[in-house]
């Protein structure tokens, strides 16, 4: 995607020297664009827990990357094994990070399994970390230029029948290319209804107590000219009363293969206006989010809780300084639920880069049938 008319991953290898990972470090925007050299294993695992990158693919690939790095450090073990021993202890590490987008789980095991059941001695168990981590990446990339494809004859049947029109879909934290290596999901088909000609304008929640929506999505949405409008959380269910909204469309962070999604916490809230008013909610996902293993997420999906300094404190710029600002008592507690969890039956579909099928396990089974048991 573009960021002043050039072109960005949000995670790469660096050109320079491929032995150092580089990010777009997203604490800074939209007020400063910042890019992060990540040279060991500790500063991937920072930069996952303290969301210098965030969002389920993005967080996947930096993984990837993360193992890359640790195959790196581990090249010193001396055996095959002793590197093996290495690379688990450091993907234990990365897993600690952020316990419920399902991608760093999956990505580090990716790793290790191909580490596994390698035979190579230990410059091949590098090289094989390192492409396994640009595939996690490219993957991603194209996982998600293709569920843009599949979202896309929505927004067009849409706009037909509104006669041109503009389509106004109304979107949850940031599911966008930011979140993920590029295109983003929830996104994705947004831009790709704008590329192709298609009039939509986005209402895009704030997105407390982050406000990545408010940060991240309008701030790309600018960068590739995409009409949209910032609102607060709580206006989303008034706009969908009086007509205003004809497409509600989020990503998640764990999906179980039964349809329940688990995303940024104010979806649930957001699924069940939609429902009220008879608006579809769709989410958008690559299957590498999908849990293939629980079927109950209300119940079984583990919620990050996070600092409660990020509800009592907004960061925000005033006269080109950014600053961070208290705006509860000093002396209040404050609870910070990172996600919440949409029950299926008030999912209309779910949209992967296989297509779209129901929020229902024989629907989504449909598409993956390898994953039967």
């Known amino acids: ?158 706009a037909e029948r509104k006669n041109g029109e503009a389509v106004n879909v109304l979107t949850h934290c940031n599911a966008g290319w930011l979140a993920f290596v590029d295109y983003g999901t929830a996104t994705s088909p947004i831009y790709a209804a704008h590329d192709a000609g298609i009039p939509v304008h986005v209402w895009v929640d704030e997105t407390r107590p982050r406000n990545q929506g408010a940060g991240l999505t309008a701030w790309e949405l600018g960068q590739h000219g995409v009409p949209h409008t910032v609102i607060v959380d709580n206006a989303g269910g008034y706009l969908m009363q009086q007509g205003l909204v004809d497409f509600v469309i989020t990503g998640t962070d764990r999906t179980t293969f039964t349809g329940d999604v688990a995303n940024k916490i104010g979806t649930y809230l957001k699924a069940l206006a939609a429902k009220d008013n008879g608006i579809p909610f769709y989410v958008a996902l690559p299957s590498s989010t999908f849990d293939w293993e629980m079927e109950d997420g209300v119940h079984e999906i583990p919620i990050e809780q996070r600092d409660s300094s990020e509800v009592k404190y907004v960061i925000g710029s005033r006269d080109g300084e950014v600053m961070e600002v208290l705006i509860t008592p000093e002396d209040s507690p404050a609870g910070n639920y990172a996600f919440d969890v949409t029950p299926r039956r008030l999912v209309t579909g779910l949209i992967t880069e296989r297509g779209i099928c129901g929020a229902a396990a024989d629907e989504v089974l449909r598409l993956f049938p390898e994953k039967r048991r």
């Open 1 to 158: 995607m573009q960021v002043l008319g050039k072109p960005y991953r949000t995670i790469w290898r660096s050109q320079e020297d491929p032995n150092i990972v580089q990010i777009i470090d997203q604490r800074h925007l939209p007020h400063r664009f910042v890019v992060e050299d990540l040279r060991t294993v500790d500063e991937v695992a920072i930069a996952i827990r303290d969301m210098h990158v965030r969002g389920a693919g993005l967080i996947g690939a930096t993984a990837g990357y993360g193992m890359y790095l640790a195959a790196l450090e581990a090249s010193s073990a001396g055996s095959p094994q002793a590197f093996l021993e290495a690379l688990e202890e450091s993907g234990e590490k990365l897993i600690a990070t952020r316990p419920t987008a399902v991608n760093l789980e999956w990505a580090v095991k990716r790793q290790l399994d191909v580490a596994q059941k390698a035979h190579s001695d230990l410059f091949g168990l590098v090289q094989l970390a390192r492409e396994t981590a640009d595939t996690i990446a490219d993957e991603d990339a194209d996982f998600c230029r293709r569920i843009g494809q599949h979202g896309l004859p929505l927004l067009r049947e849409i």
